[in-house]
């Protein structure tokens, strides 16, 4: 028998037991109520009856006693009592009493037609006398039966209403034993069952699908039960399909991350160790066992818990960490590294990635670099600066006509001269920030001077190009500590640059604006722009990017270095032929 036919069954008996016995209860209620109405209108019409009839009696024996009474005011009295007392024997004379107080009644009559003066034989002791005291008592006791008959009916409906309560009470104990077995048999046979399924989900859900599922005859539960293990074993299949996809995924995986040329470490959201590729393991002399351990305290670096701490917080370092320098099989290592989050498509942070990188030749090679720079820039400043001077002295000496082919060459000469003179400048100077000589001279500095300094300084070169040199100060701003001298090289650096590329009739823009707690200072144009390919080599020295090229190459690498000097950094925003923007966000 199917589940809803069982319960449809038993709900149905249990109602309809139910509505019997509220069918009872009404039926008896209606019942008591319309006896006790009959009741009550038979008692009343007695009890009128009964006072009508004494009252007539007394008017009767008023006449009876006043010998000047008219006979036919009697005649009428005795005529109208006749009347009530024949009503009284049609409603039931012997239940009403009635009956006997009508044969009295008719003895009165005897007595007082036979009685020669009635109004003397009104003594008990006479028989008129004693006959109208018998109609009197008679008609006291009919009253009397009356309330008897009452008192009786309301002991009998009290009875009665307790009978109908009796079976109503019985009736309701047996809905509710009728209901408690017919609970307990649904609890028994389909609840059971039903915890039983519950019990293997959860196991299911738990990765158990070798679970025990239970029999039971009931249609639908049965069906259910044949899908729930269908769907057991689906999903059994598919767990095994997936952990073997799962762990071919992972060794293919784990095969591109032992493949990869850079040191790898992967971290986990705490900031403790996961995976280290055999590169990271050579680079830092490390074996597996450092795996679980914090990042910080394995590398004996404390600065980089902060780093990491807002690299698991989805932000990115401000500056170029400085590289790690490691002892490793009595030998030093310089490693560079970078800090990347890995987030989940839908948002949340799993952890992190460092990537290694040795560059102990690299800082080597550079480092003799920047000395040979250095040493060769002091070295060549000398001989050009007395060149420069001995030419100097030697075109004062000479004349030559105006469209001579000789002064032209000295003036390409005097041009070379400057450009040689300038690059060793930017060579020396560029030599001296790598290497830490360039000391900053921190002092308070508003932007508004410093963007009015150099529009001074542009202005009658953008003029003759017809450029707009525009400034724009987001306010209020806040004053900065920096060395005024090196920030107006930065700003006239990108100023010459932007001129240059930026065609006659276009616009350059100095802004400033406050983000946070750094100043924003940006020099944008609507210039021919920089390729994406190379605005990401734009700030190394000795490249140069455009078509417009001249100089050695150093002025942006110079820029950088100034506003890192400064604490801060350096970026640009640019798309071919829509303008370029060099941006530098320095602290507050």
């Not at 598919?238 to 060794?251: F, K, P, R, S, Y």
């Not at 209020?476 to 006659?504: E, G, W």
């Not at 078509?547 to 640019?574: D, N």
Request: net charge negative; proline share 4%; aromatic share 4%.
């Amino acid at each position: 028998m199917k589940l809803r036919t069982r319960l449809f069954l038993s709900i149905s008996a249990l109602v309809t037991v139910a509505l019997l016995g509220l069918l009872l209860g009404l039926v008896s209620v209606l019942q008591m109520a319309a006896v006790q109405q009959r009741l009550v209108q038979d008692t009343t019409q007695t009890l009128d009856l009964a006072l009508q009839l004494r009252q007539n009696l007394g008017e009767q024996l008023n006449l009876i006693l006043d010998e000047r009474t008219d006979p036919k005011s009697l005649v009428t009295l005795q005529t109208q009592f006749q009347g009530l007392l024949n009503q009284g024997l049609e409603q039931g004379g012997e239940r009403t009493g009635f009956s006997k107080a009508s044969s009295n009644y008719q003895a009165f009559l005897q007595a007082y037609r036979e009685s020669p003066a009635p109004a003397r034989s009104m003594g008990v002791e006479q028989p008129l006398g004693a006959a109208f005291n018998q109609v009197r008592t008679d008609l006291l006791d009919s009253h009397r039966q009356a309330l008897e008959h009452i008192t009786r009916s309301e002991e009998q409906s009290r009875d009665h209403a307790l009978l109908v309560s009796g079976l109503l009470g019985l009736m309701g104990l047996t809905v509710l034993v009728l209901g408690f077995i017919t609970a307990h048999n649904i609890a028994r046979r389909f609840g059971q069952p039903i915890e039983a399924l519950a019990k293997a989900a959860d196991q299911v859900g738990q990765g158990n699908f070798n679970v025990t599922l239970p029999v039971t005859q009931a249609t639908e539960l049965s069906l259910l039960t044949r899908r729930f293990g269908l769907m057991a074993d689906a999903l059994r299949r598919h767990q095994a399909t997936n952990v073997d996809e799962l762990l071919a995924g992972q060794q293919r995986l784990q095969a591109v991350l032992d493949s990869i040329d850079d040191g790898l470490l992967i971290i986990d959201r705490q900031g403790r160790l996961e995976h280290l590729n055999p590169v990271a393991q050579r680079q830092l002399g490390w074996d597996p066992s450092r795996l679980g351990a914090s990042l910080a305290e394995a590398l004996q670096r404390p600065e980089l818990e902060q780093q990491l701490r807002q690299v698991l917080r989805g932000g990115s370092l401000d500056r170029p960490p400085e590289d790690l320098s490691l002892e490793v099989d009595e030998e030093t290592r310089l490693l560079s590294f970078s800090l990347t989050p890995v987030s989940h498509p839908q948002g949340p942070i799993l952890g992190a990635v460092m990537v290694l990188h040795d560059v102990t030749e690299q800082r080597a090679f550079e480092r003799v670099r920047s000395e040979f720079v250095l040493r060769a820039s002091h070295e060549l400043r000398t001989p050009v600066t007395g060149m420069h001077m001995a030419f100097g002295l030697l075109r004062e000496r000479l004349s030559f006509p105006p469209q001579a082919r000789e002064s032209d060459l000295l003036e390409t000469i005097t041009e070379e001269m400057q450009r040689l003179t300038q690059l060793i400048n930017d060579l020396l100077n560029f030599s001296r920030y790598q290497s830490g000589l360039q000391k900053l001279e921190l002092a308070p500095c508003t932007l508004d001077d410093l963007f009015e300094r150099a529009q001074a300084r542009f202005a009658e070169q953008a003029a003759d190009k017809h450029i707009e040199l525009l400034r724009e100060l987001e306010l209020p701003l806040p004053r900065i500590q920096a060395d005024a001298a090196q920030l107006d090289r930065v700003l006239d650096n990108l100023l010459h640059n932007a001129i240059r590329h930026t065609a006659s009739g276009g616009h350059i823009r100095l802004h400033a604006r406050r983000h946070a707690e750094r100043v924003i200072i940006s020099v944008e144009d609507n210039g021919e722009g920089i390729a994406y390919g190379q605005q990401g080599r734009i700030f190394e020295p000795f490249v140069q990017v455009g078509r417009k090229k001249g100089g050695a190459g150093l002025g942006l690498a110079l820029c950088k270095e100034i506003v890192q000097l400064h604490g801060g950094r350096m970026g640009v925003f640019s798309r071919p032929g829509q303008g370029t923007q060099f941006y530098m966000a320095l602290p507050v």
